[in-house]
Structure formats: C-alpha cells, structure tokens
C-alpha cells in the first residue's frame, strides 16, 4: 500500500522559517518524481514544486521561488520543503503527492496534509 | 500559463442524478488534464488521469471525455460518497495549474 505521511506544519511568524517532510513507504520512491501542492483554508489546490525521481529537475511556482526548497532522501524515502520568508499568504494545508510519468503524470497518491499557519 | 477555467463553481444534486463538470484550457495541451475528488477534511485523491482513464479503484459512474481544449468530468447515479469538491489539473506545461474546483452538494 502506498502511503505518504508529511509532517512539520505548525505555527510561524512572518518571516520565519520552517521545513517539511514527508516519509513514504509501500513503493520504490527512487523511482518517482514528487510534488508539493498546497491548499488555503477553505480555497482551491495550489501546485507548490515538483522535484524528479534523482533531483536533477525541480520546479517551483512563481510565488514560492526563491522562498522554498525541495528536496528529497532517496535513501531514506523522505521528501522535504524547506520555507523560508514565510508569508501570511503561505497559510494552509501541504500535501505531498506522488507523480505517474507513466500516465501523463497525474499525482496518483496524496499524504493526509500538514498544516502550517504563518500569523504574528 | 495555461488557465484553466472550471465550471460550474458549485452545483446541487440528488442522489441517482447524473452532473458534468467542465475544465476548458487556455490553449491546446494534449490530454495531460487529471480530475481529482476531496471529501471535506479530506486529502484529494485522483479519480481520472489522462483525461479519459479511470484510476484504480474509481467506481465505473465516473467518466471523463475531451473535445479540443474542454475536458468533462461526468458522475452518474450519484452516491452520497461522491458529495464533495472537484478539480481538474493540468500537467503540460508549468505551472501545473488547477481549475478553481466545483463544490457538489447534496440537494
């Protein structure tokens, strides 16, 4: 079974910084790309980044580049966010998701979602 | 960008009915078009990918079909377990837009 558990969402200052993970299990995670997609309380999904199964292309949305890192443990099956900068406008639930480039790369399987508030 | 402009926004339904829903695109992009459900409190999960093809699991109620830059998603027989909120994503170009997400509620 496919499953994807992230973690370290909680409550930051503007201007603070904070690091998310997301451990997986249930299939061979080298082999996939991953993204992040984010959602504001009671808003739409919000594609965040997407980084390639060996971390040789990585891409950010506009709002979030030079702010955020991503980056993957291939070796410990673990995914990470690293925010930086943080925005009240960052608020919300993240969720890491798995990409199938087998199937036009939809994200077939999604964590439960962290929640991070960004509020002085 | 790639817009994706999804309609309608909000929509109510009885069970048994059968609803569409429609994502059009700003420019031709293939068939990289994903419909994904969310329950409330809920992760998304994906019901349709390449535009057409049922995800593992998805009951067979659930259809896609596309013409030109409009993608559909159609749901017949309506269960109470398909009451929820809809998106649509494209994955052809970045950014990998969503539509603005269709809230199905019970009538």
């Known amino acids: 079974e496919v499953l994807l558990v992230e973690s370290g969402g909680t409550l930051v200052k503007p201007g603070g910084s904070l690091r998310l993970s997301c451990a997986a299990s249930?299939?061979?995670?080298?082999?996939?790309?991953m993204n992040w997609v984010r959602q504001a309380p009671g808003k739409g999904l919000d594609w965040v980044s997407s980084?390639?199964?060996?971390?040789?292309?990585?891409y950010y949305a506009d709002s979030v580049k030079g702010r955020f890192t991503v980056s993957r443990d291939n070796a410990n099956n673990s995914l990470y966010l690293e925010m930086s900068n943080l925005r009240v406008e960052d608020t919300g639930i993240y969720y890491c998701a798995r990409i199938n480039f087998e199937t036009a790369s939809p994200s077939d399987y999604w964590g439960q979602g962290t929640l991070v508030t960004v509020s002085s | 960008d790639i817009q994706m402009t999804q309609s309608p926004s909000s929509l109510s339904a009885s069970v048994g009915d059968t609803v569409t829903i429609t994502c059009r695109a700003s420019?031709?992009?293939?068939?990289?078009l994903h419909w994904y459900q969310q329950r409330p409190g809920k992760a998304p999960k994906l019901l349709i990918y390449?535009?057409?093809n049922l995800h593992t699991g998805v009951p067979g109620r659930f259809s896609g079909s596309v013409s030109g830059t409009d993608f559909t998603l159609t749901i017949r027989n309506l269960q109470t377990e398909d009451f929820g909120n809809y998106y649509c994503q494209q994955r052809y170009r970045l950014p990998y837009s969503f539509g603005q997400g269709t809230k199905l509620e019970i009538k």
């Open positions: 249930g299939f061979t995670f080298s082999s996939y790309s």
């Open positions: 390449a535009a057409v």
């Open positions: 980084i390639s199964s060996s971390s040789a292309y990585i």
């Open positions: 420019q031709t992009m293939s068939s990289y």
